[in-house]
């Protein structure tokens, strides 16, 4: 759930199973790789003295196991209570004696992201701030305290987001955080309008970063996927940060992980069967390369079951254009990563290592097809369509309380049901005509501050299959129940 804010990001919903989490142990011991061992940075700036991160050791020839995350250390408050039923084990205090809650910025299953303002320094931050309510389980509130002592732990680096604290009241669980106000990655590249493969490294070796110090520090990421990085800045040279850590789990020496997570397109076909360790990382941050390089995802069908069938399966297209016109070195690490078995899999260590990805190594700087920036612009769009639909409120209690879902588990969600999915629709259409109406659509999406005019000419290009300018129930519900169109992808 924890996330670097974007100004211009719809905040979760992400594809998940159920928030089980599951199987996260949070004290065994830790895999750490001893090729290419990452420098482990200090963190910069202050942290609230009552949401210390745990101590982080420089890397080392021989490093120790990590002991598991520190407890939440309780907070000094002029007015904190005491309570049995606190999530995160200290007495509640108000956040807002701390920082001023700004606009929204991003609303997602749980809870709600706001610009906030540090009373202190006048910075800026996002606030994301998780109800209570929301938190039925056990397993949600362990999710909860696990998310903050890995972000904690992980906190300092230079590609992933940096956590500032949390805070607990009656109602909501705070997370402060680095504001991330350079948006999200495809979007960035869509509007450079110009690519290369070198460009295209560069990202992922940054990518693959996050995944090493992940791994290095103990963390298995489980969610990596385009949406989750963000730009640090508007500045050309922003650091790309990892956002979201709330499928995350601190790694078991010897442990089988089985619990189902991840995003469609980019869940390994091992978290499919039931077993699986760290390398689906490498995985996820492989198809991202393949998105990168193409414009599409590896593997798609029109529904989760295809795109998971196609996932067990394997078959990389390397045929369609603009493959043909990739130099084979890239196309080599991407075979790498994709690799079915896990044991057979490139490491993140391997990967950095790789010739191609390398700083100054064999990516060339001639530009890519622009096909590819047209083909990444429809997939873009047609995500953003799906997370503004599932702003609705199908149930009419003023929250959304269901997940996106290209999901793993697709049962669990309710808004396959076929009245959800029409309440999701008439969200859209306002005056009933029965279509969704370019004006219509610009208005829900100027609404929670979604898209420009190229966004929204993308977004009914793709759905709108019979080319009539509108978006019809059937139209809508084949975008929402589908995986990508692929006729319009190539």
């Given at each position: 759930m924890?996330c670097c ?6 905040l ?5 199973g159920?928030r ?6 949070e004290?065994g011991g ?13 963190p910069k700036g ?6 210390q991160?745990?101590e982080k050791?420089?890397?080392?020839a021989?490093?120790e196991p990590?002991?598991g995350?520190k407890p939440l ?6 007015k904190?209570?005491l309570r049995?039923?606190?999530?995160l084990?200290k007495p ?10 700004g606009?929204e910025?991003g609303r997602?299953?749980?809870g709600?992201?706001?610009l906030c ?11 994301k701030?998780?109800s ?8 949600d509130?362990d999710?909860i305290?696990r998310?903050?002592q890995?972000m904690?732990?992980?906190s300092g680096?230079p ?5 500032k604290?949390a805070y607990?009241d009656?109602?909501?669980?705070h997370l402060?955080?680095e504001l991330?106000?350079g948006?999200?990655?495809f979007?960035?590249?869509i509007a ?8 295209a490294?560069s990202i992922c ?8 110090i992940c791994h ?6 489980r969610?990596?996927?385009?949406e989750?990085f963000l730009l ?5 040279n922003a650091?790309l ?7 995350s789990?601190f790694?078991?020496?010897?442990k ?8 469609a397109?980019?869940?390994a076909p091992?978290v499919?069967?039931r077993?699986?360790g ?12 393949y998105i990168?390089l193409s ?6 069908a029109e529904t ?5 069938d196609?996932?067990l399966?394997?078959e990389i297209d390397f ?5 043909p ?5 890239a196309?080599?690490?991407?075979r790498?990563m994709?690799t079915?078995d896990?044991?057979?899999?490139i ?8 010739p191609?990805i390398r700083?100054?190594?064999e990516?060339?700087?001639?530009p890519i097809d622009s096909?590819v920036l047209?083909?990444m612009?429809?997939f873009?769009?047609m ?5 503004l639909a599932?702003?609705a409120?199908?149930?009419?209690n003023?929250?959304?309380d269901?997940i ?6 697709m049962?669990?969600h309710?808004?396959?049901?076929e ?6 629709f008439?969200f859209?259409d306002?005056?009933?005509?029965g279509f969704i ?5 610009e208005s829900?999406m ?16 793709e ?17 929402m ?5 692929p006729?319009?992808?190539?």
């Open positions: 924890g804010a974007s100004k211009s990001r719809d979760e919903p992400r594809y998940k159920h089980s989490g599951g199987g996260g142990g004290g830790v895999h750490y790789q001893k090729a290419h061992e990452p420098v482990v940075h200090q202050q942290v609230h003295q009552a949401h991160l745990p050791r420089p890397a080392a021989h490093p990590h002991p995350p250390v309780p907070a000094r408050s002029p904190h209570v049995s039923d606190t999530i084990g509640f205090e108000d956040v807002k004696q701390f920082y001023s809650i606009k910025l997602g299953q749980f709600v992201t706001y303002t540090e009373n202190s320094t006048g910075r800026q931050y996002a606030c701030s998780i209570k309510r929301k938190l039925v389980s056990k397993n509130k999710d305290r998310e903050i890995i904690q732990h992980l680096q590609n992933i987001v940096e956590f604290g607990e009656k109602q909501s669980v402060v955080m991330c106000a948006g999200e990655l979007d960035r590249i450079k309008g110009h690519y290369s493969e070198r460009a490294a070796r940054a990518i693959v970063k996050v995944v090493h290095f520090m103990g963390v298995m990421h969610d990596l996927k385009p989750n640090s800045s508007k500045n050309e650091l940060k990892a956002t979201d850590f709330g499928l789990v790694i078991e020496d010897g089988v992980y089985r619990d189902i997570v991840g995003s397109y980019y869940v091992e499919l069967k077993r699986y760290k390398e689906i990382d490498v995985w996820s941050a492989g198809v991202i390369l990168l414009g599409v995802p590896p593997f798609w989760e079951k295809g795109i998971f196609s996932i399966q394997g045929h369609s254009q603009p493959w016109s990739i130099s084979s070195s196309k080599d690490l991407v790498k994709l079915q896990p044991k057979k899999r490491t993140s260590a391997e990967v950095l290592e790789h191609w700083e100054g190594g990516a060339s700087d001639k096909a047209s083909r612009k429809q873009r769009a995500n953003k369509l799906k997370k599932l702003k409120d199908v149930d009419g003023g929250t959304i269901y996106e879902f290209i999901t793993a588990t049962h669990r309710r808004l396959e049901r009245e959800h999915l029409y309440k999701a008439q859209f306002k005056d009933n005509s109406t370019r004006d219509e659509l829900a100027k609404d929670y501050g979604m898209g420009d005019e190229d966004t929204i000419r993308e977004i009914i290009s759905v709108d299959t019979d080319n009539d300018g509108r978006i019809n129930y059937s139209e809508f519900c084949t975008m129940r589908s995986g990508t169109q006729g319009k992808l190539f």
